[in-house]
């Protein structure tokens, strides 16, 4: 008798409350589905086709959006099975409100790396694909959270930074770059031809279909920057799309470095000036240099 009547209350709670659970879970699930699709479809109307900067900042804020709208639908299923079972929500969620005022006064670094993260995506810093330096780190960035932002640099490794710890962003990809040219040559060169040379090579350079995307305005010559000590330096620098200025710097480089080549203008080493003491008298030792290929062609 106990038998046959726990199978009917089984069965009951099956028809009843176990048919809600299952009906709350399934709308649970279509629910998170048509909600993605929701946010998916309007953030890739924010972004549009063509512009690559609104699509690494719609990358970005779908990523977190559709993270807050699982959990989100999550939250809400689980008080209404809970419901379901007979659980007293009241109690449970006035134990929860106090148990996260506590945590947020034992979690402050947490509660910090929200907050960062939350001014981070509202200020448009940092986008999924930027190259950036934060905290010390720089790297591509995979992706980026309320709680942290996660980098990957050039070696390969992964950094993942917290939102909180980041005081200064340096975003090298935001909307354009550039590539500044520091180029050496030697005293004796003439600055002018120098730069008819550099100008030359940039204009071979936006010809080449290779490159001429790439490249959003002719280069800039700042001039003779410094006098240093084994050459003069010419600054330059060069307006490029987003991650593309250091493929056109070193290519720029190569070419420049064959055009100097063949106009026989130096690139110099380093000059070092040797200095071999003095003798208390004031007389210096003498200093004997002996050209090897001299002595070879006399022999």
């Known amino acids: 008798m106990e038998l046959t009547h726990y199978l009917q209350d089984l069965g009951t709670w099956a028809i009843t409350s176990g048919a809600r659970i299952l009906l709350v879970v399934i709308v649970m699930a279509v629910a998170s589905r048509v909600l993605h699709a929701a946010v998916n479809r309007a953030i890739g109307r924010f972004a549009g086709q063509d512009d690559r900067e609104h699509k690494k900042h719609a990358d970005t804020l779908r990523s977190i959006v559709n993270s807050l709208v699982s959990v989100a639908v999550f939250a809400v299923g689980l008080v209404i099975v ?8 009241g109690p449970i969620l006035a134990a929860a409100g ?107 350079l936006r010809s080449d279909t290779a490159f001429a995307d790439s490249i959003l305005e002719p280069i800039e010559i700042l001039g003779l920057d410094r006098f240093a000590d084994s050459a003069v330096i010419v600054r330059a620098r060069t307006k490029t799309k987003p991650i593309e200025q250091w493929a056109v710097g070193r290519e720029f480089n190569r070419r420049l470095k064959r055009a100097f080549d063949e106009r026989n203008i130096e690139i110099p080493f380093p000059h070092r000036t040797l200095y071999m003491g003095q003798e208390k008298n004031g007389s210096a030792p003498v200093l004997r240099v002996h050209n090897e290929s001299e002595q070879k062609t006399k022999t």
Request: charged share 25%.
């Open 98 to 204: 106090v148990l996260g005022l506590a945590v947020g006064f034992g979690a402050q670094n947490l509660v910090q790396d929200v907050i960062g993260g939350f001014f981070i995506l509202l200020e448009n810093q940092i986008r999924v694909g930027d190259v950036v330096e934060v905290a010390g780190k720089g790297g591509l960035v995979e992706k980026v959270g309320l709680r942290t932002v996660i980098l990957r640099d050039l070696a390969g490794n992964v950094h993942f930074v917290r939102n909180g710890r980041i005081d200064v962003v340096t975003n090298m990809t935001k909307e354009y770059s550039r590539y500044v040219f520091d180029i050496g040559v030697a005293y004796r060169e003439d600055v002018d031809e120098v730069i008819a040379i550099i100008r030359e090579v940039d204009e071979d």
């Open 82 to 89: 809970l419901g379901q079972l007979g659980v007293a929500i």
